[in-house]
């Protein structure tokens, strides 16, 4: 098959799809001139991340197309059930990010309770003046052990979440749309492996008992001044799903009035260009969507993302 990855892939990917006996073109090719690309080189099955749309227009567009693949979980990019409808294969990798997502939301908070995020910015600016001051500034840092973590979504990202937070000493609850607890397995690095229970709260739980709420839902305006209202004083938010499933406006608002003590935003409702209020926030620890970028899980996307091209061939 005619494979073209607009977005990249890594190169585990690229010997996967070239063992499969498949044509792969690396070429990045702009939005506007994606139909014509297509069409041009016959193109069946064209593999994605979150820079490149395919809506129903392109769909229409493109006759030799069979297949969509997105490298990663989200497919809001894609019109999924307008692609089924048409008869062609829509797939994803949801598996192969959840450590890299669980990964950096844990780094998040960690420098979040220490300062970190704020650390780095001021000291190439002021450490070799006011060392003190900001010594002073930064020694009321918080310790992770023994506080609550609540997760909205318990999926695979959520669920590798737990992993780490137990390791740190926190306490898990969850809410997610079953309303079971869950037996999470944790595998040490010895090949041992420890079994522990998360009970499932409920979302209004989650706002009365936690510390700090993470999101991992594929979207909606989950999070505003109502759901914040109901929050611990100086809970931490921290939002690595999708931008705007916790509200800018009202994050912005509470961290201003303290209700909210900090935040971690690895999403953003206006990307590639977030709100300045955001970025210039000394309380948001900040990164720029790339909570699966790591090279193990971009290995991981590129092999699976040719398994599902096998199968489809």
Same mark, same amino acid.
Request: proline share 3%.
């Given at each position: 098959?005619?494979?073209?990855?607009?977005?990249?892939?890594?190169?585990?990917?690229?010997?996967?799809?070239?063992?499969?006996?498949?044509?792969?073109?690396?070429?990045?090719?702009?939005?506007?001139?994606?139909?014509?690309?297509?069409?041009?080189?016959?193109?069946?099955?064209?593999?994605?991340?979150?820079?490149?749309?395919?809506?129903?227009?392109?769909?229409?567009?493109?006759?030799?197309?069979?297949?969509?693949?997105?490298?990663?979980?989200?497919?809001?990019?894609?019109?999924?059930?307008?692609?089924?409808?048409?008869?062609?294969?829509?797939?994803?990798?949801?598996?192969?990010?959840?450590?890299?997502?669980?990964?950096?939301?844990?780094?998040?908070?960690?420098?979040?309770?220490?300062?970190?995020?704020?650390?780095?910015?001021?000291?190439?600016?002021?450490?070799?003046? @006011?060392? =003190? /001051?900001?010594?002073?500034?930064? #020694?009321? %840092?918080?310790?992770?052990?023994?506080?609550? $973590?609540?997760?909205?979504?318990?999926?695979?990202?959520?669920?590798?979440?737990?992993?780490?937070?137990?390791?740190?000493?926190?306490?898990?609850?969850?809410?997610?749309?079953?309303?079971?607890?869950?037996?999470?397995?944790?595998?040490?690095?010895?090949?041992?492996?420890?079994?522990?229970?998360?009970?499932?709260?409920?979302?209004?739980?989650?706002?009365?008992?936690?510390?700090?709420?993470?999101?991992?839902?594929?979207?909606?305006?989950?999070?505003?001044?109502?759901?914040?209202?109901?929050? @611990?004083? =100086? /809970?931490?938010?921290?939002?690595? #799903?999708? %931008?705007?499933?916790?509200?800018?406006?009202? $994050?912005?608002?509470?961290?201003?009035?303290?209700?909210?003590?900090?935040?971690?935003?690895?999403?953003?409702?206006?990307?590639?260009?977030?709100?300045?209020?955001?970025?210039?926030?000394?309380?948001?620890?900040?990164?720029?969507?790339?909570?699966?970028?790591?090279?193990?899980?971009?290995?991981?996307?590129?092999?699976?993302?040719?398994?599902?091209?096998?199968?489809?061939?």
């Amino acid at each position: 098959m005619k494979v073209l990855a607009n977005d990249g892939i890594s190169p585990s990917g690229v010997a996967a799809i070239a063992a499969g006996g498949h044509e792969l073109i690396t070429t990045k090719v702009a939005q506007e001139q994606l139909v014509n690309y297509i069409n041009e080189h016959n193109v069946e099955v064209v593999l994605v991340r979150s820079a490149t749309t395919v809506r129903k227009d392109l769909i229409d567009a493109c006759p030799s197309l069979k297949g969509i693949g997105r490298g990663g979980v989200g497919m809001d990019n894609i019109d999924v059930d307008y692609a089924r409808e048409k008869g062609l294969t829509v797939f994803n990798t949801p598996a192969a990010s959840s450590d890299s997502v669980a990964e950096l939301v844990m780094g998040h908070m960690r420098g979040l309770v220490r300062f970190l995020h704020d650390s780095n910015r001021e000291m190439p600016l002021d450490g070799d003046t @006011k060392f =003190g /001051v900001l010594k002073k500034a930064y #020694a009321k %840092g918080l310790e992770l052990r023994g506080r609550t $973590l609540g997760i909205v979504g318990f999926g695979r990202i959520g669920q590798a979440l737990a992993k780490l937070a137990v390791g740190a000493g926190m306490n898990v609850i969850f809410s997610d749309i079953h309303d079971k607890d869950m037996d999470v397995e944790l595998s040490l690095f010895d090949g041992q492996k420890v079994k522990f229970t998360c009970k499932n709260v409920g979302f209004k739980e989650i706002l009365k008992q936690s510390d700090f709420i993470s999101v991992h839902v594929p979207g909606g305006d989950l999070i505003g001044s109502d759901e914040i209202a109901k929050m @611990k004083d =100086g /809970v931490f938010l921290l939002n690595a #799903a999708r %931008g705007g499933v916790i509200n800018e406006q009202a $994050l912005l608002d509470a961290l201003e009035s303290n209700k909210v003590a900090g935040a971690a935003l690895d999403v953003f409702t206006k990307e590639p260009t977030p709100a300045i209020k955001l970025l210039m926030n000394g309380k948001i620890s900040l990164t720029p969507h790339i909570g699966a970028a790591t090279l193990e899980a971009q290995d991981r996307i590129g092999t699976e993302l040719a398994a599902h091209i096998n199968a489809l061939a």
